[in-house]
């Protein structure tokens, strides 16, 4: 059997301070948002970081527990891989942050960005060199969100639905169980100017102006269509799924990015699978971005759910992950 990569350790750090529908409401002085969020999107409470907090810290404490639950030491990691849209700075990597904090002196790092897509992206990128190179047996994979440092909290539209944390996989080599089989990236830049903190790059520096203005802040410059996800998600994982050999049937979990219940639960319908086989964590922690999805695979192990990695029985899990650009990605594994 060729290298194959198995998840062996699943890591979480939520942040300590909470804010629920009601404080939003009162923050923004607009009566009735509360129930909108629950009935509309599936949001109850958010958490958000603490004010010396950063990405990177997020990414350290995931990661210390996802190192744990696999039984590894940080310097047996050959390589670390974040993916955040919200990174500590412009330039160094984050990702060489968290090496630094976690004492991973072994290991190398980089930075992965196409925004709520990126976990799963990193995930495909970690199973290949896995997969093709035999010094690379222990790999951490990151998805760590900051949003709410560029939230704009008279902003209606964002700041009811961001919220940080930070989820962490480690992928370890295995030579007799399949673990990571297939994966699948689309993308469609025709969007990328409709979602995304603009300020800070080249194309928008950050000038007093700008700062002034309010620019530098998250935001939906265009709408997107309301069935966006509805339109691709059953297709992509389908497409992924297919590319498996496998089919829908044999899929005992899926998880997706958790960006709105509704839409979660529009798409198990187009795809014929009972809710049950899902795990949505939207309602206690917000959307958290490139870190949800390993959020919702922990809380499902934390309910009894999923079992722990390391006690699995090869059940096929699908992932099916999409952010702003457009970027989106799907992946199925085996889960033991």
């Not at 699943?10 to 607009?30: A, C, F, H, V, W």
């Not at 196409?114 to 896995?130: E, F, K, M, Q």
């Not at 440092?149 to 919220?163: G, I, R, S």
């Not at 390391?310 to 099916?320: D, P, T, V």
Request: charge should be negative; aromatic fraction near 8%.
């Amino acid at each position: 059997m060729v290298r194959s990569a198995k998840v062996t350790g699943l890591g979480i750090y939520i942040p300590e301070k909470m804010l629920t529908n009601e404080d939003i409401e009162r923050m923004l002085n607009r009566p009735g948002t509360a129930d909108w969020l629950v009935a509309n999107v599936g949001v109850k409470e958010r958490h958000i970081m603490a004010e010396d907090e950063v990405t990177s810290d997020l990414a350290f404490h995931a990661s210390t527990q996802a190192l744990e639950n696999a039984d590894l030491k940080a310097e047996d990691l050959d390589l670390i891989i974040l993916s955040t849209d919200t990174p500590d700075y412009l330039s160094p990597a984050t990702s060489v942050v968290v090496q630094y904090k976690l004492g991973a002196k072994n290991a190398g790092t980089f930075d992965v960005n196409c925004a709520c897509a990126g976990l799963v992206t990193s995930l495909d990128i970690a199973s290949r060199y896995i997969r093709t190179d035999s010094t690379i047996n222990n790999v951490l994979v990151i998805g760590a969100y900051g949003m709410t440092k560029f939230v704009d909290w008279t902003d209606h539209y964002t700041c009811t639905l961001f919220a940080d944390a930070a989820g962490a996989m480690v992928l370890q080599t295995s030579d007799e169980q399949e673990g990571f089989i297939a994966s699948k990236l689309i993308a469609d830049g025709s969007f990328h100017d409709h979602l995304g903190v603009y300020v800070g790059g080249t194309a928008e520096p950050p000038t007093i102006e700008a700062i002034q203005n309010n620019r530098h802040h998250l935001a939906f410059r265009k709408r997107f269509p309301a069935d966006t996800n509805l339109q691709h998600w059953p297709v992509l994982t389908r497409e992924c799924v297919a590319k498996a050999n496998l089919t829908m049937k044999d899929i005992d979990w899926i998880f997706f990015t958790q960006v709105n219940l509704r839409t979660i639960e529009a798409v198990m319908k187009e795809l014929n699978m009972p809710i049950e086989k899902t795990h949505n964590v939207m309602d206690k922690w917000g959307y958290t971005g490139s870190a949800c999805i390993a959020l919702a695979m922990y809380d499902a192990v934390d309910q009894g759910k999923l079992p722990p990695p390391g006690e699995g029985s090869g059940e096929n899990i699908a992932l099916c992950s999409s952010g702003g650009g457009y970027n989106m990605a799907a992946a199925v594994l085996k889960w033991w």
